[in-house]
C-alpha cells in the first residue's frame, strides 16, 4: 500500500517570488513519482516525474523536484512564479509494476497574486 | 490522436437511477484507471484495469461497475446513484512499459445527485 501527503493545502505567492509545495510519501513497493497540475475545469497533466538516475528533474515551464529517499520526498519548486502558475497541484505515486493503481495526494492550490 | 475522451461532460440523476460514464483512448494503452475528484480529498481510485479483460478494484469501488471488453474502451457503470456519488470523475490510461507510467487524463464528467 501506498500513500502520500501534501503538506500545504493551499499557498498563496506573489509574482515572481520563489515557491515550493512539499509532498511526502509512503511504500510497501517500488513507486515512481509523480507531480500533475490541474487547471480549472480540466483534467491533470503531468508536470514531471522520477522515475530512476538523476534525483532532480526539471519541467520544460521551470519547475524542479528532487527525490529525497532517506526522506521519502518529492518537493516541487520554481525559482520565480508567474500569475499563469496558479492551479492544483498534485503529487502522485505509482507502483512500479502497474501503472493504473496510482495514488494522489490532496492537492496544493498554488494561487499567484500579482 | 483524440487521446483520452470521456462522455457526457455534465450529468444530473436522481437518487437510485443508474448510468454509464463512457471512456475511450486511442493511444493503445494497456492500463485504464477511474477516480473520483472530492474538494479537498484529492483523486480516489474507483476500478482499473491492466489490459482487456482484466479489472480490479481500487480505493472506493462500492456503488460502481467496470468491465474492458475492448482495449480502447473503459466505461464506468453507477449502478443505483446516490447523493454519496456527486463529484468529478475523471478516467486515465498508461502505457505498459515504454519508459512512461504517466497517467494521460481525459476532461472529466461532473456528476450531480440530487
Known amino acids: 500500500a501506498q500513500s502520500v501527503t501534501q503538506l500545504d493545502s493551499q499557498v498563496p505567492v506573489f509574482e515572481e517570488a520563489p515557491v515550493e509545495l512539499r509532498c511526502n510519501y509512503s511504500?510497501?513497493?517500488?513507486?515512481?513519482l509523480f507531480w500533475y497540475v490541474q487547471y480549472p475545469n480540466q483534467g491533470l497533466q503531468l508536470l514531471l516525474k522520477y522515475l530512476s538516475g538523476s534525483t532532480l528533474v526539471e519541467s520544460i515551464n521551470g519547475f524542479e523536484a528532487e527525490f529525497n529517499k532517506s526522506q521519502t520526498s518529492f518537493h516541487l519548486r520554481k525559482p520565480s512564479v508567474h500569475i499563469s502558475d496558479t492551479a492544483e497541484y498534485f503529487c502522485a505515486v505509482t507502483p512500479t509494476t502497474n501503472a493504473g493503481k496510482s495514488t494522489f495526494g490532496d492537492g496544493t492550490t498554488l494561487t499567484v497574486k500579482p | 490522436n483524440a487521446g483520452v475522451t470521456q462522455t457526457p461532460k455534465f450529468q444530473v440523476l436522481k437518487t437510485g437511477q443508474s448510468m454509464t460514464l463512457q471512456c475511450a483512448q486511442d493511444?493503445?494503452?494497456?492500463?485504464m484507471s477511474w477516480y473520483r475528484q472530492d474538494p479537498g480529498m484529492g483523486l480516489r481510485l474507483i476500478h482499473y484495469?491492466?489490459?482487456?479483460?482484466?479489472?480490479d478494484q481500487g480505493e472506493v469501488p462500492n456503488g460502481y461497475n467496470v468491465s474492458r471488453s475492448t482495449t480502447e474502451d473503459f466505461p464506468l457503470r453507477l449502478l443505483s446513484a446516490a447523493p454519496s456519488q456527486t463529484s468529478v470523475y475523471f478516467c486515465?490510461?498508461?502505457?505498459?512499459?515504454?519508459?512512461?507510467?504517466?497517467?494521460?487524463f481525459g476532461p472529466g464528467t461532473r456528476l450531480t445527485v440530487t
Open positions: 511504500s510497501s513497493v517500488s513507486v515512481y
Open positions: 493511444m493503445n494503452h494497456e492500463y
Open positions: 486515465a490510461s498508461s502505457p505498459r512499459g515504454r519508459g512512461s507510467y504517466e497517467q494521460y
Open positions: 484495469s491492466v489490459g482487456a479483460g482484466i479489472t
